[in-house]
């Protein structure tokens, strides 16, 4: 078995060239950010066009390809009612409408589970499972998953005592919170896999059971877990 994933892409293309490398894959995760690129190097069109062919990638390999939320997409999302960083006024409409239909036909979910890797934007707390109702000794990511299809008012920016308008919070959603507050309050017996917090390098954090892969606007790195190893 081998599971490659790619950090946040906000309109790069860069993950054609990982899939020509990785031909053998057995699952292919995007960790979600498809727009609003931090850079300001990819217009709103790229984005939207990358988006489309990642789409097209996931419809070509249904069983294969696992497409993940992040907070800079579920912005746009029609009941979503909020606006982050980068929000792209001018293009809301557009991106919501190549957007909103493919969570509508469920090709994209909320976070994945392999063995003892959890793969989701930004990682899972005990704290959010508890305030939203996910049953912490159950099936974690087809609650998650299910919950983000009938509430997805429980994703939203859930501010915590740390008072954090960067979504330093163990009370945030798994497309918001950041790795300092995920390591204290992670859940257990799993290795969480996250974008949405950029690094220079895929990071490995073994004692946290913490792995960080935004990194595909700084070193091009990816990962690549096969036969349960990260390599």
């Known amino acids: 078995m081998k599971i490659v994933?790619?950090?946040d892409t906000h309109g790069r293309s860069k993950w054609k060239e990982i899939i020509d490398k990785e031909k053998d894959f057995d699952k292919f995760i995007f960790i979600g950010d498809y727009f609003d690129a931090k850079d300001g190097g990819y217009s709103a069109n790229r984005q939207i066009e990358n988006?489309?062919?990642?789409?097209?990638?996931?419809?070509?390999?249904?069983?294969?390809?696992?497409?993940?939320?992040?907070?800079?997409?579920?912005?746009?999302?029609?009941?979503?009612?909020?606006e982050y960083s980068s929000f792209q006024w001018s293009y809301r409409k557009d991106i919501n409408e190549v957007l909103q239909p493919i969570v509508d036909?469920?090709?994209?979910?909320?976070?994945?589970?392999?063995?003892?890797?959890?793969?989701?934007?930004?990682?899972?707390?005990?704290?959010?499972?508890?305030?939203s109702g996910v049953d912490l000794d159950g099936n974690i990511q087809d609650e998650i998953n299910k919950l983000f299809k009938t509430?997805?008012?429980?994703?939203?920016?859930?501010m915590g005592d740390n008072g954090s308008y960067g979504g330093n919070d163990i009370t945030q959603p798994p497309i918001w919170v950041r790795p300092q507050s995920?390591?204290?309050?992670?859940?257990?017996?799993?290795?969480?896999?996250?974008?949405?917090?950029?690094?220079?390098?895929?990071?490995?954090?073994?004692?946290?059971n913490l792995i960080l892969i935004d990194c595909l606007g700084t070193s091009d790195d990816y990962l690549v877990i096969e036969d349960g190893e990260v390599k």
């Open 5 to 7: 994933a790619v950090g």
């Open 51 to 82: 988006f489309k062919e990642i789409v097209e990638f996931k419809r070509s390999n249904p069983d294969k390809v696992v497409m993940l939320l992040g907070n800079h997409d579920f912005h746009y999302l029609t009941n979503a009612n909020e």
């Open 105 to 131: 036909e469920g090709l994209i979910q909320m976070c994945y589970q392999d063995g003892k890797y959890f793969f989701s934007h930004a990682g899972i707390t005990k704290t959010w499972c508890n305030n």
């Open 151 to 158: 509430d997805i008012s429980k994703f939203r920016f859930t």
């Open 182 to 208: 995920l390591v204290k309050d992670m859940v257990d017996n799993v290795i969480c896999i996250v974008g949405h917090t950029q690094v220079r390098e895929l990071t490995y954090m073994k004692e946290e």
